[in-house]
């Protein structure tokens, strides 16, 4: 049965993109035959981050091994592997003079690490080109390989992002082939193999979880160590995806900004258009 898709209330508008900075860096990515998640996974931030010319760069291509329920990017059985991608996101972060890079991959379960040394040499060519950019990484589960994880932790990015995306008990129908405990224990390790890297992790709320359930994941992830954590209303990118269970008001926000400042996130970036690169540059310590 195809989901209906509801009307979004008003805090939820976005404006069309458009303006030099967004077709500038529109050109650069056609032009280095580049993905990013803002496009692939239809993010409503598209048009203000382009605008100020930032962007999440997508590696290992734009198909994605497994089917997530909330996500629009490209499900099925991955054909080719870019080695040259690293070289061109590098070149692309130097023409955009990129302060702070935000790189991200689809899951790539067939290739033996995942491609965790795709997002190492990616680390490593930004760093050749643009040393004084800081880069943050937004990796897929790798399966829990250690090895993988730790192939890319000693690229030494700044900011190590894991999504758990939503709470343990919608796990089976919004992000199967994942498991919540396995994401925790990723953040754990990035921890104890690289201690001086920033952790990050991220939901969506919308879903059918409830506020206590938020809350216990919030103090779970904050027991393995995550100093910043992002909350976003999941919309539904098309019908054929996850409905909307319920939107959640900016206030509703702004107390789970509280309760994840309580249990000792450094930095919580919570509101209805929050994705997990959205102000990614603002939270690098100064």
């Known amino acids: 049965m195809v989901a209906t898709r509801s009307p979004r209330p008003e805090w939820l508008k976005v404006r069309v993109p458009g303006g030099e900075s967004y077709?500038?860096?529109?050109?650069?990515?056609?032009?280095?035959?580049?993905?990013?998640?803002?496009?692939?996974?239809?993010c409503p931030n598209l048009a203000e981050c382009w605008g100020q010319g930032t962007a999440t760069f997508m590696i290992l291509g734009d198909v994605c091994t497994r089917s997530c329920g909330f996500c629009a990017v490209t499900t099925g059985l991955p054909t080719t592997l870019d080695l040259a991608e690293p070289e061109r996101v590098a070149n692309a972060v130097q023409r955009m003079k990129l302060q702070h890079a935000v790189i991200t991959s689809v899951n790539r379960d067939e290739l033996p690490d995942g491609g965790a040394?795709?997002?190492?040499?990616?680390?490593?060519?930004?760093?050749?080109?643009?040393?004084?950019?800081?880069?943050?990484?937004?990796?897929?589960?790798?399966?829990?390989?250690?090895?993988?994880?730790?192939?890319?932790?000693?690229?030494?990015?700044?900011?190590?992002n894991h999504n758990v995306e939503t709470v343990p008990r919608l796990y089976k129908r919004v992000r199967p082939g994942?498991?919540?405990?396995?994401?925790?224990?990723?953040?754990?390790?990035?921890?104890e193999i690289a201690p001086a890297v920033i952790r990050k992790t991220g939901i969506?709320?919308?879903?059918?979880?409830?506020?206590?359930?938020?809350?216990?994941?919030?103090?779970?992830?904050?027991?393995?160590?995550?100093?910043?954590?992002?909350?976003?209303?999941?919309?539904?990118?098309?019908?054929?995806?996850?409905?909307?269970?319920?939107?959640?008001?900016?206030?509703?926000?702004?107390?789970?900004?509280?309760?994840?400042?309580?249990?000792?996130?450094?930095?919580v970036e919570s509101g209805p258009l929050v994705r997990s690169s959205y102000h990614a540059a603002n939270q690098i310590p100064t």
């Not at 390989?145 to 030494?156: G, H, K, N, W």
């Not at 994942?178 to 921890?191: I, N, P």
């Not at 809350?215 to 919309?235: D, H, K, N, P």
């Open 23 to 42: 077709s500038r860096l529109k050109s650069v990515m056609r032009e280095l035959e580049l993905h990013t998640v803002c496009e692939e996974a239809r």
């Open 117 to 160: 040394f795709l997002f190492a040499r990616t680390i490593e060519a930004v760093r050749r080109r643009s040393p004084g950019t800081t880069i943050e990484v937004l990796i897929p589960d790798f399966k829990g390989s250690r090895p993988a994880l730790a192939r890319v932790l000693d690229a030494r990015p700044e900011i190590l």
């Open 178 to 191: 994942a498991r919540f405990d396995q994401s925790v224990e990723l953040l754990e390790r990035v921890k």
């Open 204 to 267: 969506m709320v919308g879903l059918g979880e409830s506020r206590d359930e938020i809350a216990s994941v919030m103090e779970r992830l904050g027991e393995a160590g995550v100093q910043i954590f992002t909350i976003g209303q999941y919309l539904q990118p098309t019908k054929n995806h996850l409905p909307v269970e319920r939107f959640y008001h900016p206030n509703e926000f702004a107390d789970l900004k509280r309760i994840g400042l309580a249990v000792g996130f450094r930095h």
